[in-house]
Nanobody
Framework: QVQLVESGGGLVQPGGSLRLSCAAS????????MGWYRQAPGKQRELVAG???????NYADSVKGRFTISRDNAKSTVELQMNSLKPEDTAVYYC???????????WGQGTQVTVSS
């Protein structure tokens, strides 16, 4: 079992930056594949960025070059640095932990990101 708590969402103007953080507890964090997903109104939840146990990363095409995912296994945290934000980045962002063997998913409660002038 993994418990995830996100923080750092809010309202930002286009072109601005936000940093999301996710704190994990309850299991061996370093074993899990971590990711950030987002869901905009009326749309399906989509993967934004992922990071493996070894630090390999992958990004949705729409955020490449603007977002950076990182993890700190000692602190059991994963962060998403979001730069050059656009109105289409507006969504609820969810932290995800995936067990590497069972593929079980764990989710945080979500944090709202709104990009608007």
């Amino acid at each position: 079992q993994v418990q995830l708590v996100e923080s750092g969402g809010g309202l930002v103007q286009p072109g601005g930056s936000l940093r999301l953080s996710c704190a994990a507890s309850g299991s061996i964090f370093r074993l899990y594949i971590m990711g950030w997903y987002r869901q905009a109104p009326g749309k399906q939840r989509e993967l934004v960025a992922g990071i493996t146990r070894g630090g390999n990363t992958n990004y949705a095409d729409s955020v490449k070059g603007r977002f950076t995912i990182s993890r700190d296994n000692a602190k059991s945290t994963v962060e998403l640095q979001m730069n050059s934000l656009k109105p289409e980045d507006t969504a609820v962002y969810y932290c995800n932990a995936k067990h590497p063997l069972t593929r079980t998913d764990y989710w945080g409660q979500g944090t709202q990101v709104t990009v608007s002038s």
